[in-house]
């Protein structure tokens, strides 16, 4: 299991110019979680795709959501950074409070 501090990466997204505030990366535990999620997408493990440069949004919010890649169609990459924020600040509570 990661410690609290290591993080996944988040694919590069022009985008990240315009939103400074967007996360380029999040835990590696919270990925680990869902790693079933991530091998059915990707058939690759959590450590491999972070070797590889981590997930997109959309890709992140999939496997938290527990959705297939092909299962979420139209969200665009703000609606799914916005969504993988509020996933990360709800880990990161949740984390907290267990401490």
């Known amino acids: 299991m990661a410690s609290r501090t290591a993080q996944f990466p988040v694919l590069y997204t022009s985008l990240w110019k315009q939103h400074p505030e967007w996360p380029h990366s999040v835990p590696l535990a919270m990925m680990e979680a869902v790693e ?3 091998k059915r997408n990707h058939s690759q493990s959590v450590e491999r795709l972070a070797q590889r440069g981590g997930m997109s949004y959309n890709e992140i919010l999939w496997a938290v959501m527990g959705c297939a890649w092909n299962e979420i ?3 665009t990459t703000e609606e799914a950074a ?7 600040d709800e880990w990161n509570e949740k984390g907290a409070s267990h401490e």
């Open 73 to 75: 169609r139209g969200t």
């Open 36 to 38: 079933g999620n991530c």
């Open 82 to 88: 916005k969504a993988v924020m509020q996933m990360v």
